[in-house]
């Protein structure tokens, strides 16, 4: 599944070379899935995207906001596959979920794996959508500072308990992590997954602070996680610390064995010694 690095990644991309371009023709795709969701039927989406230019794009979270001007804007969502741009000329995919063809012959095609939104809405009707609306402020934007995470921390503090990672993977409470880039950043942070926030003092609360927003500056530097894609189909360059290949191996930081261990519906990659 996509998240902040490879979201913001997708939308630079896109920036850099499909704002200003004409559709010609637009498609909801050819391979029926029932885990993608759609809000238009095909000959809605057909009609309404024919002749619309693609404008400027925006990330939120795990969102991904391309508008199609004048007046609309496409929608990817918690969104796992491909996003590709095809150069003119390019080989057309076998089986895609959205197709955007471009009047100079380049094209645009997106193949969901799992699932995914895949949604067109009248401009500012996007803001409206389940998940969108009332989303908590990201990692990657002026407000997610210092005092907000502590004030963030302070106010989940009142009801349930939680634990660390909770905290970055669950309800979205810091909207755009998933469980593949938490582990980086509670790693980083010297946080076992399952630490309690009530026990949280305040050096460990800025540590993690901190390994969330230096984690994902170097995710995104690298153009996302070597096990997602870009816009032109390449992996993204950061490597994980802690995954599945790592289980099992050196720390690489103190040498004791790296564990798994099954938390809060995902597996979780840990050193028993760093992370406390």
């Not at 949604?119 to 500012?124: S, T, V």
């Not at 995104?220 to 996680?225: N, W």
Request: aromatic fraction near 12%; proline fraction near 4%.
């Amino acid at each position: 599944m996509f998240e902040i690095p490879e979201i913001i990644t997708l939308t630079q991309q896109i920036n850099q070379n499909l704002t200003g371009k004409i559709i010609r023709q637009g498609s909801l795709g050819n391979s029926p899935h029932k885990f993608v969701w759609y809000n238009r039927s095909h000959e809605e989406f057909a009609s309404l995207t024919k002749r619309k230019t693609v404008g400027v794009a925006w990330s939120k979270g795990r969102w991904l906001f391309i508008p199609l001007e004048p007046g609309y804007v496409l929608v990817f969502g918690e969104f796992g596959g491909k996003l590709i741009f095809h150069p003119a000329g390019s080989e057309m995919d076998k089986k895609y979920h959205l197709w955007l063809d471009f009047e100079e012959g380049s094209f645009l095609t997106a193949f969901t794996q799992m699932w995914g939104a895949m949604e067109l809405y009248e401009a500012g009707k996007e803001q409206e959508r389940q998940y969108i609306k009332g989303m908590r402020p990201t990692p990657m934007v002026s407000e997610f500072s210092l005092v907000y995470f502590n004030d963030l921390i302070d106010e989940l503090l009142k009801g349930e308990k939680r634990s660390v990672k909770s905290l970055l993977t669950q309800d979205q409470l810091i909207p755009g992590l998933g469980n593949a880039i938490a582990q980086d950043i509670m790693f980083n942070a010297g946080l076992h997954p399952r630490r309690s926030l009530a026990d949280l003092n305040s050096v460990q609360r800025q540590a993690l602070y901190v390994a969330i927003r230096n984690t994902l500056e170097e995710a995104i530097h690298k153009g996302g996680r070597y096990d997602e894609f870009d816009l032109f189909g390449q992996r993204g360059k950061y490597v994980r610390l802690m995954d599945s290949k790592a289980a099992g191996q050196p720390c690489p930081v103190c040498g004791a064995t790296i564990e798994k261990m099954q938390y809060l519906g995902g597996a979780c990659y840990f050193c028993p010694s760093c992370q406390e």
